[in-house]
């Protein structure tokens, strides 16, 4: 069973471009959360889905920020004109479903994404 | 909104030998989960050990585990026999146990990592 992918691994744009992470949860995995980490900081929330719902956008930037998880395919995380602040590393994590059993909820992450921003 | 503190931004060890490393945490909820996880320079997040809050026993992964003090908020994790392969960032989690209806909806709150050193 492959793990959570994530691609690029490395994504280098210049201020002003569009930026688009790809996650591709674990099979089986419906629910997906994004977190970012910037440099020398621990991971921050951004963002909750479900298969073709935002259940949460708390941690999202409210411009330039956006996510997606269709029906199919994987979930995409897209940024637009980029800024030198949006370097860092970007997770995606998935799990199986939130109930109150904590085997259930375990959340697997992605490799991440590197962004760069020059 | 839940808060987790790690006061030691970087701890070093010797090989073989035992280290613990802190986290604090604050909320107001009484049902959460803890998580430790470390991530190497690969930067993969690996999960290390979990712990629920409603249970008094302390988590124990071989040679990894918790020391949690609920009345306290703190939530730490100790390392036995260290080995060159440990030494990587650590992050403490939070996580609510609330999810119907909550706000949570299972994500994680991070503290913002120490970095272990183990010496040969």
């Known amino acids: 069973n492959a793990g959570v992918m994530q691609n690029p691994r490395h994504l280098v744009r210049r201020r002003g471009q569009e930026a688009r992470l790809r996650c591709s949860p674990m099979k089986g995995h419906s629910h997906v959360y994004w977190y970012r980490q910037l440099p020398e900081e621990g991971l921050k929330f951004m963002v909750y889905l479900q298969k073709e719902n935002i259940i949460d956008e708390s941690g999202m930037p409210k411009e330039r920020f956006s996510a997606e998880f269709p029906k199919e395919g994987p979930s995409i995380l897209r940024i637009q004109q980029v800024v030198r602040g949006d370097s860092a590393a970007y997770f995606c994590?998935?799990?199986?479903?939130?109930?109150?059993?904590?085997?259930?909820?375990?959340?697997?992450f992605g490799p991440g994404t590197r962004l760069t921003v020059l | 909104a839940q808060t987790v503190t790690q006061s030691q931004p970087e701890m070093s060890v010797q090989e073989a030998e035992t280290v613990t490393l802190s986290c604090t945490y604050d909320t107001s909820e009484s049902d959460y989960y803890l998580f430790w996880y470390k991530q190497p320079p690969s930067r993969q997040m690996i999960l290390v050990i979990r712990q629920e809050a409603y249970k008094q026993q302390n988590a124990t992964e071989n040679r990894f585990s918790v020391n949690f003090q609920k009345a306290a908020k703190s939530f730490s994790l100790k390392i036995s026999d260290s080995q060159l392969g440990d030494a990587a960032m650590y992050f403490c989690?939070?996580?609510?146990?609330?999810?119907?209806?909550?706000?949570?909806?299972?994500?994680?709150?991070f503290g913002q990592g120490t970095i272990l050193t183990v010496h040969p």
């Open positions: 989690a939070y996580r609510s146990a609330r999810i119907a209806g909550g706000t949570s909806y299972g994500k994680l709150t």
């Open positions: 994590a998935s799990s199986m479903k939130i109930t109150g059993t904590s085997g259930m909820n375990e959340q697997f």
